[in-house]
């Protein structure tokens, strides 16, 4: 597996700004996919973001606009820029790493999370 390590969470104020971190053990230029995920209690994990080897990025409609994801291979790390945060994206995000194993078989890693709370 591909250690993963978050950092950024925190309390902002709504309208406010965070910038998450996700760094990885390995290379992530040869990793398939990286992004992040969100969980609130009670709920099931929602995808936020993506970002794949070739630089494509998807996102959730309801982040797009607000919410960046992006890369820098030099530091094996992939950044989510969350901006004009609402109380609702209050949540543990979490990192994940798609690693190609040969074949059509690819390898999930997860990070450990990190606490994003947006007060109102």
């Known amino acids: 597996h591909v250690q993963l390590v978050e950092s950024g969470g925190g309390l902002v104020q709504a309208v406010g700004s965070l910038r998450l971190s996700c760094t990885a053990s390995e290379n992530i230029s040869s990793l398939k996919a990286m992004g992040w995920y969100r969980q609130t209690p009670g709920k099931q994990r929602e995808l936020v973001a993506t970002i794949s080897s070739g630089g494509a990025t998807e996102y959730v409609d309801s982040v797009k606009g607000r919410f960046t994801i992006s890369r820098d291979a030099a530091k094996n790390t992939v950044f989510l820029e969350m901006n004009s945060l609402k109380p609702e994206d209050t949540a543990v995000y979490y990192c994940?790493?798609?690693?190609?194993?040969?074949?059509?078989?690819?390898?999930?890693?997860w990070g450990q999370g990190t606490q994003v709370t947006v007060s109102s």
């Open positions: 994940y790493a798609d690693s190609p194993q040969g074949g059509l078989i690819i390898l999930r890693s």
